[in-house]
């Protein structure tokens, strides 16, 4: 099972650095602090690792795709937290990735207002997460982090 983990967590950490839209050499100085602030809300799963991304808040608005994998007789659960910016970064997770049709939403964190979401995966399979950024809302561009922390049963 740790191997599988590893394994998701390498795919995962890739698919995050070449998705992402804002600045790849930034770096999220407050990754640990939030990481050791949301951890307790990972129980009763097990902290297994977590990815990030910087958040670059300008003039306009933006979408970073991420892709999850929930292997198959494993239960995960996903916390995303965020540094403590002002803007509203909406968290919308897909059955299925943006060519296709048919997909569905499965999450939507626009219905709660808070620093932390949490997310169980129903079954196995791929997730397509979108973080929507907004402007910024001093109108001076900036960074900031948004952390994923992963966790299993």
Same mark, same amino acid.
């Given at each position: 099972?740790?191997? /599988? ?8 950490? !890739? ?56 292997? !198959? ?5 996903? /916390? ?74």
């Amino acid at each position: 099972m740790k191997k /599988l983990n590893l394994l998701y967590l390498v795919v995962l950490s !890739a698919l995050i650095s070449l998705t992402a839209t804002s600045d790849l050499f930034a770096q999220c100085k407050e990754k640990k602090a939030i990481t050791k602030t949301c951890k307790p809300q990972m129980k009763p799963f097990h902290y297994d690792g977590m990815a990030y991304n910087d958040i670059q808040f300008d003039e306009k608005p933006k979408v970073i795709d991420v892709e999850f994998t929930a292997f !198959a007789g494993e239960k995960y659960k996903l /916390l995303f937290c965020k540094s403590n910016f002002k803007e509203n970064v909406v968290i919308k997770i897909y059955d299925k990735n943006k060519r296709n049709k048919n997909r569905k939403i499965v999450y939507d964190s626009s219905t709660v207002e808070t620093n932390i979401w949490g997310f169980e995966p129903p079954r196995s399979g791929n997730y397509f997460i979108e973080y929507e950024v907004p402007v910024s809302s001093t109108g001076v561009k900036k960074n900031e982090c948004m952390v994923l922390l992963i966790g299993y049963k």
